[in-house]
């Protein structure tokens, strides 16, 4: 079983940062591949970031390349979603989520072990 805590979210006005940490406890596997999704009112949950414990390549969506930056603390456990000059539309839930394996941007639907999520707030 694995848990993963996400934290870091808040309130932050128009052309602010924000990290995101997202922990992982419990039975953990080093062939994960860790990704960063968020999901808006009234939409669908939409992948942001991704990256792997042990190749550590960054995927981004198209709308946040430039701005966020996904890292990860191998032995912290702990993956980090740096984000950076942060737009209102970037108001949602963030979620923290694990797949099994790989190396690539995977959709939402590959991912089966999710965070209960941090609110993000981008006031203008």
């Known amino acids: 079983q694995v848990q993963l805590v996400e934290s870091g979210g808040g309130l932050v006005q128009a052309g602010g940062s924000l990290r995101l940490s997202c922990a992982a406890s419990g039975h953990t596997f080093n062939t994960y591949t860790m990704g960063w999704f968020r999901q808006a009112p009234g939409k669908e949950r939409e992948s942001v970031a991704a990256i792997s414990w042990t190749v550590g390549m960054p995927f981004y969506a198209d709308s946040v390349k430039g701005r966020f930056t996904i890292s990860r603390d191998n032995a912290k456990n702990t993956v980090y979603l740096e984000m950076n000059s942060l737009k209102p539309n970037a108001t949602a839930v963030y979620y923290c989520?694990?797949?099994?394996?790989?190396?690539?941007?995977?959709?939402?639907?590959?991912?089966?072990?999710w965070g209960r999520g941090t609110q993000v707030t981008v006031s203008s």
């Open positions: 989520a694990a797949r099994r394996g790989g190396n690539a941007f995977y959709p939402v639907s590959s991912y089966d072990t």
